[in-house]
């Protein structure tokens, strides 16, 4: 029986944005990893003989949209993998299933420096992917640390049902308010207590059933309150 080795992984989200972020293999798998890459900012290269055709159709949008400098980009290159690939980026996958391929690019990794996932070779990864539920600028994630994808996908869809978008939008006005706190309330012992109040007491369990507009005016005017009586 394959057993995964314990391993205790360093949970961190990367600021790509602008970053040369590198994909070997141009398949169903690979194309995951981009969309994803692109939707963090990044600057993609990806190196393959072949491309499935969504790949060559997200590449055409990108073309033909204006790429100011530092934003996500995509260049694809029609090539295999050779030595010397890996050279210049922070991130690369390697999304081939070839394990030749595979084993070259954790040798050059290794010598370039670069933080490199084989895509379901945990034992070739600097890193790891979590199952990910993103609702506004809230990331649930979720990592088994290798023993159960499937246990981890299962709990990602758990996620989605149980936090649809009215906590991305609650999410967002609390981002509003904690900007107007760092104005309003100089004292990091009152914006905790503000905080603490509106977290805990009921008005985010409140304009978790309102709807948007509502929802937005309630968490302020519960705000206003709050800060008159400090
Ligand atoms: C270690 C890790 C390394 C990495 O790839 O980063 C890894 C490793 C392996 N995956 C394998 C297989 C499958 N992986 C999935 C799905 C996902 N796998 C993902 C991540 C990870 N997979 C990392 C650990 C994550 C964790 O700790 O939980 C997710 C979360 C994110 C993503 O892939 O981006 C994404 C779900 C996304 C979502 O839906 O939200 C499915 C299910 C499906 O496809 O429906 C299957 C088939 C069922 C099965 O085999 O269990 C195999 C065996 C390959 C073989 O047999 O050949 C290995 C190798 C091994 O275990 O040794
Ligand atoms: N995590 C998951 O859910 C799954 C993971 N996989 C794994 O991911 C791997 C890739 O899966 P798919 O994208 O479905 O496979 P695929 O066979 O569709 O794609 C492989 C891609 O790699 C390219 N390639 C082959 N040799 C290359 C080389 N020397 N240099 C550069 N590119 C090269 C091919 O042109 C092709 O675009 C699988 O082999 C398997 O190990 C597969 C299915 C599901």
């Known amino acids: 029986m394959k057993t995964t080795p314990q391993r205790d992984y360093f949970p961190i989200l990367l600021q790509l944005t602008g970053h040369p972020c590198l994909v070997i293999g141009g398949g169903r798998v690979a194309y995951r990893k981009i969309e994803s890459l692109l939707q963090?900012?990044?600057?993609?290269?990806?190196?393959?003989?072949?491309?499935?055709?969504?790949?060559?159709?997200?590449?055409?949008?990108?073309?033909?949209?204006?790429?100011?400098?530092?934003?996500?980009?995509?260049?694809?290159?029609?090539?295999?993998?050779?030595l010397g690939d890996l050279k210049g980026y922070r991130l690369a996958f390697a999304a081939t299933g070839n394990r030749e391929v595979n084993e070259a690019c954790r040798q050059e990794a290794e010598h370039c420096g670069v933080l490199l996932n084989v895509v379901d070779v945990p034992d070739l990864c600097d890193f790891i992917m979590p199952a990910?539920?993103?609702?506004?600028?809230?990331?649930?994630?979720?990592?088994?640390?290798?023993?159960?994808?499937?246990?981890?996908?299962?709990?990602?869809?758990?996620?989605?049902?149980?936090?649809?978008?009215?906590?991305?939008?609650?999410?967002?006005?609390?981002?509003?308010?904690?900007?107007?706190?760092?104005?309003?309330?100089?004292?990091?012992?009152?914006?905790?207590?503000?905080?603490?109040?509106?977290?805990?007491?009921g008005p985010l369990d409140e304009a978790l059933t309102l709807p948007p507009e509502e929802a937005r005016q309630h968490l302020w005017a519960a705000y206003g309150q709050m800060i008159e009586q400090l």
């Open 40 to 82: 963090a900012g990044a600057r993609v290269t990806v190196i393959s003989p072949q491309m499935v055709p969504e790949l060559e159709a997200l590449a055409a949008a990108h073309a033909a949209e204006a790429q100011p400098e530092g934003k996500a980009s995509l260049r694809l290159i029609r090539q295999p993998y050779a």
């Open 132 to 201: 990910v539920h993103q609702q506004g600028d809230l990331l649930f994630m979720v990592c088994s640390q290798g023993k159960s994808p499937m246990l981890t996908k299962r709990l990602r869809k758990e996620l989605q049902q149980r936090y649809g978008p009215a906590y991305g939008r609650v999410a967002e006005v609390m981002g509003e308010l904690r900007q107007q706190a760092f104005q309003d309330l100089p004292d990091i012992h009152h914006r905790r207590e503000v905080f603490r109040h509106l977290i805990e007491d």
